[in-house]
Nanobody, 115 residues
Framework: QVQLVESGGGLVQPGGSMRLSCTAS????????MAWYRQAPGKQRELVAR???????SYADSVKGRFTISRDNAKNTVYLQMSGLKPEDTAVYYC?????????WGQGTQVTISS
């Protein structure tokens, strides 16, 4: 199991940028499939982006071309670089780490896009 701690959320104006970080404790981080999810008020949690151990990435259609997920295995950290932010990106963003039957979540970080 790993413990995940997200950071980097806050308030930003539409069109702005923000980077989220998620640092994991524990071992074998490089083997984990890492992902970012988000949940807006009154909506279901949705997958935003994910990155496999080999580095391949995939994105929700709503964020393609605006968000970039990356990982630094030496630092046990996964990042979500967000640009061109829109009000509809407002949500609590959660980090997820998955390896076989292991499924770990962070506590979430609030991202608010507003002028």
């Amino acid at each position: 199991q790993v413990q995940l701690v997200e950071s980097g959320g806050g308030l930003v104006q539409p069109g702005g940028s923000m980077r989220l970080s998620c640092t994991a404790s524990g071992t074998f981080f490089s083997l984990y499939l890492m992902a970012w999810y988000r949940q807006a008020p009154g909506k279901q949690r949705e997958l935003v982006a994910r990155i496999v151990s080999g580095g391949d990435t995939s994105y929700a259609d709503s964020v393609k071309g605006r968000f970039t997920i990356s990982r630094d295995n030496a630092k046990n950290t996964v990042y979500l670089q967000m640009s061109g932010l829109k009000p509809e990106d407002t949500a609590v963003y959660y980090c997820n780490a998955r390896l076989g039957p292991l499924d770990n979540w962070g506590q979430g970080t609030q991202v608010t896009i507003s002028s």
